[in-house]
């Protein structure tokens, strides 16, 4: 059975920084594009990060290109999240996401953790 954990979530005030985690298990996530979403009460859910997970590359939105970064430890089955110069607009759920490099639609999700950036 897949699973997606997220863990790191937390209170942080604005400019502070926080680390998401997500450990993946029950099967090979060799082949497969990693995602964080988030989404905050009242609006959409959106991509903030991608990485593959053999090849690297990354992708971000304007809204925290700069501020975030995505990586990934092969060897643990884990994904992180680095988020620096928080803002209030940040907070939301964020959800750690697994697809096959051959499609566009998200397979796999955790179930989420919640971060709250304070002014």
């Known amino acids: 059975q897949v699973q997606l954990v997220e863990s790191g979530g937390g209170l942080v005030q604005a400019g502070g920084s926080l680390r998401l985690s997500c450990a993946a298990s029950g099967r090979t996530f060799s082949s497969y594009v990693m995602g964080w979403f988030r989404q905050a009460p009242g609006k959409q859910r959106e991509l903030v990060a991608s990485?593959?997970?053999?090849?690297?590359?990354?992708v971000y939105p304007n809204s925290v290109k700069g501020r975030f970064t995505i990586s990934r430890d092969n060897a643990k089955n884990t994904v992180y999240l680095q988020m620096n110069s928080l803002k209030p607009e940040d907070t939301a759920v964020y959800y750690c996401?697994?697809?096959?490099?051959?499609?566009?639609?998200?397979?796999?999700w955790g179930q989420g953790t919640q971060v709250t950036v304070s002014s």
């Open positions: 990485i593959t997970w053999t090849g690297g590359n990354t």
């Open positions: 996401a697994a697809r096959p490099q051959t499609q566009g639609a998200y397979d796999y």
